[in-house]
């Protein structure tokens, strides 16, 4: 049975599935106090209501990604999105979260990926073209310091700018594999390479998203 809402409630239910529905992201809590003429103790009051009542589920506790849910619990198809940060560098040994400085955000469907933290990166060069990620290209990752041989990963050599390149533990160090055979193969000593992510899917403008 549906629980039983009351009217502020309702309102605020339709107000973010028209903006979820439009925009794919929830709106800022200043955003919807402005839209709906409240404070924003009252939006985090609705939001805390509606997700003890089991309509609505937040990514964490001060995430801005919301899910609509079905009276099954389920997310609701029309608004199962989630907001990903785009990264333009990764800081050596800086967890993610730590970063202030994002170059935008990127929408998915939170049903095809689940984890838990993701960031999405631009690519820039042709290096990985024969594995369908090319220049330009928005890959998506989920935040790891290890990698299984043959996954395609974001690396930081040297602390520099990250790479994407496919990963291989070798006896003597990391190699780290184009996939564009204009490009070698380079082996690094194992303290040069430090694993920052596994690309999961890659975007590449109106053509979409797709899970790798």
């Known amino acids: 049975m549906r629980p039983e809402v009351t009217p502020k409630q309702q309102q605020f239910l339709r107000y973010l599935e028209q903006a979820l529905t439009r925009s794919g992201k929830a709106p800022s809590l200043r955003q919807a106090a402005a839209d709906l003429g409240v ?5 985090s009051q609705f939001i805390r209501a ?12 001060y ?10 619990g389920e997310t609701s198809g029309a608004t199962r999105w989630r907001e990903v940060p785009i990264v333009g560098k990764i800081a050596a040994g800086l967890p993610l979260y730590a970063q202030q400085e994002w170059g935008g955000s990127l929408v998915l469907d939170a049903a095809v990926f689940r984890a ?3 960031f999405a990166l631009t690519v820039r060069g042709d290096s990985m073209k024969d594995a369908a990620i ?5 890959v998506i990752c989920e935040p790891r310091q290890y990698a299984a041989n043959g996954e395609i990963v974001v690396a930081l050599v040297h602390q520099e700018e990250a790479t994407v390149k496919r990963f291989f533990r070798r006896a003597t160090g990391i190699e780290l594999r184009p996939e564009n055979p204009a490009y070698a193969p380079m082996c690094y000593p194992f303290d040069a390479v430090l694993v920052q992510g596994k690309v999961v899917g890659v975007q590449r403008g109106p053509e979409g998203v797709a899970r790798l």
């Open 39 to 43: 404070s924003h103790a009252a939006v």
């Open 50 to 61: 509606l997700e003890d009542k089991g309509l609505l589920r937040r990514e964490g506790r």
């Open 63 to 72: 995430s801005r990604t919301l899910h609509l849910l079905t009276p099954s």
């Open 116 to 118: 838990a933290t993701l």
């Open 134 to 138: 090319l220049d330009g290209d928005l």
